[in-house]
Nanobody, 123 residues
Framework: QVRLVESGGGLVQAGGSLRVSCAAS????????MGWFRQAPRKEREFVAG????????YYADSVKGRFTISRDNANHMVYLRMNSLKPEDTAVYYC????????????????WGQGTQVTVSS
């Protein structure tokens, strides 16, 4: 049974940094691409960043490009999202999802969502 557990969220001032983590279990982790998504109140879940199964390829939403960095540790079944220069509009619940091998950007192309971790950026 696939399980994803996000952690590391919190309250940070605008311009600050935060790293959120996702621990995966119950799957052949190195064969799955991972994606970070976020959902703000009264908004749909949106793609933030993705990383291929090997970690060789990454892809970012335009809104976070140059500020966020996705990475993974296949040995420990972890994926990370380092967030710098945070803005109030980055406030959301952040989720990780899995899909086979390659990065995609649509919510319904991923599965096995975790419970999410709240990131709040104050102005």
């Amino acid at each position: 049974q696939v399980r994803l557990v996000e952690s590391g969220g919190g309250l940070v001032q605008a311009g600050g940094s935060l790293r959120v983590s996702c621990a995966a279990s119950g799957l052949a982790f190195s064969t799955y691409a991972m994606g970070w998504f976020r959902q703000a109140p009264r908004k749909e879940r949106e793609f933030v960043a993705g990383i291929s199964s090997s970690g060789a390829s990454t892809y970012y939403a335009d809104s976070v490009k140059g500020r966020f960095t996705i990475s993974r540790d296949n040995a420990n079944h972890m994926v990370y999202l380092r967030m710098n220069s945070l803005k109030p509009e980055d406030t959301a619940v952040y989720y990780c999802g899995v899909r086979p091998f390659t990065i995609r950007t649509m919510v319904d192309q991923y599965s096995n969502w975790g419970q999410g971790t709240q990131v709040t950026v104050s102005s």
